[in-house]
C-alpha cells in the first residue's frame, strides 16, 4: 500500500505537469469601427472563427468590440489583426490580457 508521502509526492508531481502543460491563453479586446450593421457583425464572425490559434470571442454589436481569447503559442495580436485586414476591417487593440 502506498504511504501517505508517496500519495502526496505524486499530487505534488501532477500538479506541477498541468501548469507546464497549460496553455498561454491571452485576451485581446479590439475595437473595430468598421463593425457598424448586423452584416458586418456576420462578416467578423464568419471570417474570425477560422483564426488559427482562436479559443473563443465574442462581438458586441453597439460597442463595436470583439473580444478574443486565443493561444499565444500558437497566434499573436498581430497575425489576428492581419486577420481583420483581409476583409479589410482594422481592429484596434484596447486591451490585452493573460488569462489566469
Ligand atoms: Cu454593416
Redesign the pocket.
Known sequence: MMSKKLIMLFAVLFLSIGTMMAKDLRTVVFKVEQ??????EKKVKDNIRFEKGLKKFTTDLKTKIVTITYDAEKTNIEQLQAGFRKFKYEAVVVEDKKEE
Open positions: 463593425m457598424t450593421c448586423q452584416n458586418c
